[in-house]
């Protein structure tokens, strides 16, 4: 059984930089993608950035391209997602992802194992 715990959500000035982390334990199924999510009250889940896990392609929603990067460390299964250049309204909860062969990988629907997400505020 996978499971995802978030980490580095955090309060920072707009213009700064977080990291956020997702410690992996288990093994995901050959074509998993792992995936940054993120969620305001009352709002759907927006895909922010993915990988797959073979061949590790990424993709990023368009309101973080280049200013956001998402990689991963094998050596201790863990997944980033390095936040630069913030702005007041990437203010959400961020959740870490994983989901088999999905057909739209910045589509939450795809994935069915999440975390428990972490906070992060971006003051003006």
């Known amino acids: 059984l996978v499971r995802l715990v978030e980490s580095g959500g955090g309060s920072v000035q707009a213009g700064g930089s977080l990291r956020l982390s997702c410690a992996v334990s288990?093994?995901?199924?050959?074509?998993?993608?792992i995936g940054w999510f993120r969620q305001l009250p009352g709002k759907g889940r927006e895909g922010v950035a993915t990988?797959?896990?073979?061949?590790?392609?990424?993709q990023y929603g368009d309101s973080v391209r280049g200013r956001f990067t998402i990689s991963r460390d094998s050596a201790t299964n863990t997944v980033f997602l390095h936040m630069n250049s913030l702005k007041p309204e990437d203010t959400a909860m961020y959740y870490c992802?994983?989901?088999?062969?999905?057909?739209?990988?910045?589509?939450?629907?795809?994935?069915?194992?999440w975390g428990q997400g972490t906070q992060v505020t971006v003051s003006s």
């Open positions: 992802a994983t989901g088999v062969r999905p057909l739209i990988p910045l589509d939450s629907r795809w994935y069915n194992i």
């Open positions: 288990g093994s995901t199924d050959s074509g998993a993608y």
């Open positions: 990988f797959n896990t073979v061949g590790s392609r990424t």
